[in-house]
C-alpha cells in the first residue's frame, strides 16, 4: 500500500510541477542577486539573504526562509489535502477500502506520501539552492554564523542538516492539519483551505498584542526559529519548542484524522 | 473500538499535553521572609553577579521614529528578544535578536562593539559615559538596578514571590517619592540569594499597561566562559572604529553647550559627571536629560514630532507626552546650530520649566573635545 502510494506521488506530474514552481521562486532570486549584486538592506527579506552575496554556501538556508513562510504550506496542504478527499471525490475512496485494506493502514499509507513529498519538496530546494549558490554567489573562504563567529564546512553541513530536518517537521505540522481536513470532507481544495485558514489565523495572532496568551501554541509562532541554529552559541530555545509544539500538532490532528477516518461512512 | 472511544481516546490526550504545561506554569511561587530593604540591598549589590539568560522585554511607549533615534523607539515601543552572557560590569555580550538576524554588543574594559548581521559590518565605539538606552538596559538587572540603585529605604516595600525563569523571585515595589515623578511604581522580582533581577515592570501614571517590563525567561547563574564574550570580526565584514557610540555621546563629547548643575529644581543625577553638554537629573527612573542636539539630528526630529497626533507647539519648542515620558525639543538656539532636546520620565511643567530655561540661556563657555 505504501508503496503504491509513493509511486503515486513520484510519477504523478504534478508533483514534480509544484516543487519545480516552489523552487523557481529562489532561484530566480539567485539569479537576481548575482546580476546585480544588490542586496537587500538590513533588517528588510528574508534570513541569510544578505549575507549570500559573500558566502554563497549559506543560500540554501536563504532560499528555505523564502519559502518556507508561503510557498512550502500552500503545497504541503493542497498535497495533503488531496489525500483522501481526493479519492473521495474521484469515487475511488468506497472501492479503496473495498479491497481488504485498512482504513487506518490507508492513513497511514496516506501519510508516509504526503512526509516523502515534504521531504522531496525541502531536499530539492536545498540541493538547487546549494547549486545556485555555489554557482553564482559569493565564495566566502569561511561561513560565519549571525553572531559573526566563524563557522567550519563541518559546524556549516550539520547546521544545515539540523535546519531542514526542522523544517521538514514543521511541515508535517502542515499536512498533519491537511490530512485531518481531508477526512472530514470530500473537497480537496476544502480541505487544503481549511488548513491554510488555520495558518493564516495563526501568522494574523502573532501580530496581534492581544493576543499574546495565545502566541506560543500557534502553528506558525516557531517556523523560522531555524535561524537560531546558525546563532553562536545556538539558541535551543525555540527550535526546541518547535519541535515540542509541531510533535503535539502532529499527533493531535493525526489522532483526530484517526478517530474520523476510521469511524466515517464512506459514500464516494 | 467503537467511534466514541476513538475520540475519546484523542480528546484525552490533547487535554493531557495542552494542560501539562499550564498546569506546572501554575504552581504557586514559595514566598520569602526576606525583608524589603534586604532585598532592595543584594539588588543594589548584584551588578557584578555573573548570568547567563534569555529575556524579552516589552515596551508600549509610541515614540516618533527619527534617524537617530529609531532604535531608541524600536526599544521603548517594541518587543525585543534578548541574550546574555554577563561575566562582570566590564566584561559582557548582549544580543538583541530578530527573525532575520541580531545586533550584538560585546564590551570589554573601556571599548563597546556592535556587530549587525544583516549590515555585515562591526562598530567599535570607546564606552560613553553619557549615551541613549541600549538593549542591554532594557535586560531586568540593569533596568532594576536603574530604578533600585538611588532609592530610598522607605520608597520600597514587599511584593509576594512569583515564579520566574523556573525561579522563585521575592518582589519588590518602588515608589517613587519625587514629585514630579510621572513614574507610579516599580516592580521587581529578583533572585533571594545573589539579588539578581529576574524581572521588571514600569508603570506610569493613571496607565493601565505597563510602560516597559523585562522578564528572564531562562536564566543560569554559572559564569559564562571568557570566549564567549570576545568578538572576532568575520573575514567578509566591515569593521569601523567609531568616535561616539550615538548622538547623545556625540553631543557630549563636541558640542560647546554646558548644561547646568541643577535644572527645573532637580539635582544632577548621582554619579555622573557635571559641567558636560549633556545634562542628567533626577534619581532612579524619575530623571531628565538634556542634550544640545545639532541641527542634522534637531531637525528631522522635529519635523517628526510635528507629525505626531498629540504633540503640543509652544515658545518653548514643540512638545509630546508619551506614557510616563515627556519630552519637548527647543527652537534653534541663534547662531549655535542647535536646539536642546529635554525628556524624562518628569512632569510637562518641569520638561517645559527646563526647556525655557536652557533656551534663554547662553552656557558656551567650554573648550571642545
Known amino acids: 500500500m505504501i508503496v503504491v502510494e509513493l509511486r503515486k506521488l513520484l510519477t504523478r506530474p504534478r508533483t514534480w510541477i509544484t516543487i519545480a514552481l516552489i523552487d523557481a521562486l529562489p532561484t530566480l532570486v539567485a539569479v537576481l542577486l548575482a546580476l546585480t549584486d544588490v542586496g537587500p538592506r538590513p533588517g528588510t527579506g528574508p534570513a541569510f539573504l544578505s549575507a549570500v552575496l559573500a558566502d554563497g554556501t549559506l543560500f540554501p538556508l536563504a532560499a528555505l526562509a523564502m519559502v518556507l513562510p508561503l510557498f512550502l504550506p500552500v503545497a504541503v496542504a493542497l498535497t495533503a489535502g488531496d489525500a483522501i478527499a481526493g479519492e473521495a471525490q474521484t469515487g475511488t475512496l468506497r472501492y479503496l477500502l473495498a479491497r481488504p485494506v485498512g482504513r487506518t493502514r490507508l492513513l497511514v499509507a496516506k501519510l508516509v506520501a504526503v512526509i516523502a513529498f515534504v521531504l522531496l519538496t525541502v531536499l530539492v530546494v536545498a540541493a538547487t539552492g546549494f547549486v545556485v549558490g555555489a554557482?553564482?554567489?559569493?565564495?566566502?573562504?569561511?561561513?560565519?554564523?549571525?553572531?559573526?563567529?566563524?563557522?567550519?564546512?563541518?559546524e556549516l553541513a550539520w547546521r544545515t542538516v539540523l535546519a531542514l530536518g526542522y523544517a521538514v517537521l514543521a511541515m508535517l505540522g502542515v499536512a498533519s492539519i491537511a490530512l485531518f481536513f481531508s477526512t472530514i470532507t470530500d473537497s480537496p481544495p476544502g480541505a487544503a483551505m481549511g488548513a491554510l485558514a488555520f495558518l493564516i489565523a495563526s501568522t494574523l495572532l502573532l501580530t496581534l498584542d492581544a493576543a499574546n496568551a495565545l502566541q506560543p501554541y500557534l502553528p506558525t509562532r516557531y517556523w523560522l526559529a531555524f535561524v537560531d541554529l546558525f546563532r553562536d552559541p545556538i539558541l535551543w530555545r525555540d527550535v526546541g519548542f518547535g519541535v515540542l509544539q509541531q510533535g503535539v500538532y502532529v499527533l493531535l490532528f493525526l489522532g483526530a484524522a484517526w478517530a474520523n477516518f476510521t469511524t466515517r461512512d464512506i459514500t464516494s | 473500538?467503537?467511534?466514541?472511544?476513538?475520540?475519546?481516546?484523542?480528546?484525552?490526550?490533547?487535554?493531557?499535553?495542552?494542560?501539562?504545561?499550564?498546569?506546572?506554569?501554575?504552581?504557586?511561587?514559595?514566598?520569602?521572609?526576606?525583608?524589603?530593604?534586604?532585598?532592595?540591598?543584594?539588588?543594589?549589590?548584584?551588578?557584578?553577579?555573573?548570568?547567563?539568560?534569555?529575556?524579552?522585554?516589552?515596551?508600549?511607549?509610541?515614540?516618533?521614529?527619527?534617524?537617530?533615534?529609531?532604535?531608541?523607539?524600536?526599544?521603548?515601543?517594541?518587543?525585543?528578544?534578548?541574550?546574555?552572557?554577563?561575566?562582570?560590569?566590564?566584561?559582557?555580550?548582549?544580543?538583541?535578536?530578530?527573525?532575520?538576524?541580531?545586533?550584538?554588543?560585546?564590551?570589554?574594559?573601556?571599548?563597546?562593539?556592535?556587530?549587525?548581521?544583516?549590515?555585515?559590518?562591526?562598530?567599535?565605539?570607546?564606552?560613553?559615559?553619557?549615551?541613549?538606552?541600549?538593549?542591554?538596559?532594557?535586560?531586568?538587572?540593569?533596568?532594576?538596578?536603574?530604578?533600585?540603585?538611588?532609592?530610598?529605604?522607605?520608597?520600597?516595600?514587599?511584593?509576594?514571590?512569583?515564579?520566574?525563569?523556573?525561579?522563585?523571585?521575592?518582589?519588590?515595589?518602588?515608589?517613587?517619592?519625587?514629585?514630579?515623578?510621572?513614574?507610579?511604581?516599580?516592580?521587581?522580582?529578583?533572585?533571594?540569594?545573589?539579588?539578581?533581577?529576574?524581572?521588571?515592570?514600569?508603570?506610569?501614571?493613571?496607565?493601565?499597561?505597563?510602560?516597559?517590563?523585562?522578564?528572564?525567561?531562562?536564566?543560569?547563574?554559572?559564569?559564562?566562559?571568557?570566549?564567549?564574550?570576545?568578538?572576532?570580526?568575520?573575514?567578509?565584514?566591515?569593521?569601523?572604529?567609531?568616535?561616539?557610540?550615538?548622538?547623545?555621546?556625540?553631543?557630549?563629547?563636541?558640542?560647546?553647550?554646558?548644561?547646568?548643575?541643577?535644572?527645573?529644581?532637580?539635582?544632577?543625577?548621582?554619579?555622573?559627571?557635571?559641567?558636560?553638554?549633556?545634562?542628567?537629573?533626577?534619581?532612579?527612573?524619575?530623571?531628565?536629560?538634556?542634550?544640545?542636539?545639532?541641527?542634522?539630528?534637531?531637525?528631522?526630529?522635529?519635523?517628526?514630532?510635528?507629525?505626531?497626533?498629540?504633540?503640543?507647539?509652544?515658545?518653548?519648542?514643540?512638545?509630546?507626552?508619551?506614557?510616563?515620558?515627556?519630552?519637548?525639543?527647543?527652537?534653534?538656539?541663534?547662531?549655535?546650530?542647535?536646539?536642546?532636546?529635554?525628556?524624562?520620565?518628569?512632569?510637562?511643567a518641569t520638561v517645559t520649566h527646563a526647556t525655557r530655561r536652557l533656551h534663554g540661556v547662553d552656557y558656551t563657555s567650554r573648550p571642545v573635545g
Do not use: K
Open chain 2, 1 to 348: 473500538m467503537t467511534a466514541a472511544r476513538r475520540w475519546c481516546l484523542v480528546l484525552a490526550g490533547a487535554a493531557v499535553l495542552l494542560v501539562a504545561p499550564l498546569a506546572v506554569r501554575a504552581l504557586p511561587a514559595d514566598d520569602s521572609e526576606i525583608t524589603a530593604t534586604d532585598l532592595l540591598e543584594r539588588v543594589q549589590q548584584s551588578a557584578a553577579v555573573p548570568h547567563t539568560g534569555y529575556a524579552e522585554s516589552v515596551g508600549s511607549l509610541q515614540l516618533p521614529v527619527a534617524d537617530e533615534f529609531s532604535e531608541l523607539a524600536a526599544l521603548l515601543g517594541e518587543r525585543s528578544r534578548l541574550r546574555v552572557w554577563w561575566r562582570g560590569v566590564d566584561d559582557w555580550r548582549v544580543d538583541a535578536i530578530d527573525p532575520a538576524g541580531e545586533t550584538d554588543l560585546f564590551h570589554n574594559g573601556l571599548t563597546t562593539t556592535s556587530w549587525d548581521y544583516q549590515a555585515e559590518r562591526a562598530v567599535v565605539t570607546p564606552e560613553p559615559t553619557i549615551r541613549l538606552p541600549r538593549s542591554a538596559d532594557l535586560l531586568p538587572p540593569q533596568l532594576a538596578r536603574l530604578a533600585l540603585d538611588d532609592a530610598l529605604p522607605e520608597e520600597v516595600s514587599r511584593l509576594p514571590a512569583e515564579r520566574i525563569a523556573g525561579q522563585d523571585a521575592p518582589g519588590l515595589r518602588l515608589e517613587p517619592s519625587m514629585p514630579q515623578s510621572t513614574i507610579d511604581h516599580v516592580d521587581v522580582w529578583a533572585d533571594e540569594d545573589t539579588g539578581l533581577p529576574l524581572q521588571v515592570e514600569v508603570w506610569g501614571v493613571d496607565s493601565t499597561l505597563a510602560a516597559v517590563s523585562s522578564t528572564f525567561l531562562d536564566v543560569s547563574l554559572a559564569t559564562p566562559s571568557a570566549e564567549v564574550t570576545q568578538f572576532v570580526a568575520p573575514a567578509t565584514a566591515e569593521v569601523v572604529v567609531e568616535d561616539v557610540f550615538d548622538v547623545a555621546a556625540g553631543a557630549d563629547r563636541f558640542s560647546e553647550a554646558v548644561a547646568p548643575r541643577r535644572l527645573a529644581g532637580l539635582a544632577t543625577r548621582p554619579g555622573t559627571p557635571q559641567d558636560r553638554p549633556v545634562g542628567q537629573y533626577g534619581r532612579g527612573l524619575t530623571t531628565m536629560v538634556a542634550v544640545p542636539l545639532w541641527d542634522q539630528a534637531a531637525d528631522p526630529l522635529r519635523e517628526q514630532l510635528l507629525d505626531t497626533p498629540g504633540a503640543r507647539i509652544g515658545s518653548a519648542g514643540v512638545a509630546l507626552t508619551v506614557g510616563p515620558l515627556n519630552l519637548r525639543l527647543a527652537p534653534e538656539f541663534g547662531r549655535e546650530d542647535r536646539s536642546w532636546l529635554v525628556a524624562g520620565t518628569v512632569d510637562a
Open chain 1, 135 to 154: 554557482l553564482l554567489l559569493g565564495d566566502a573562504p569561511l561561513s560565519s554564523s549571525v553572531s559573526g563567529t566563524s563557522l567550519t564546512q563541518q
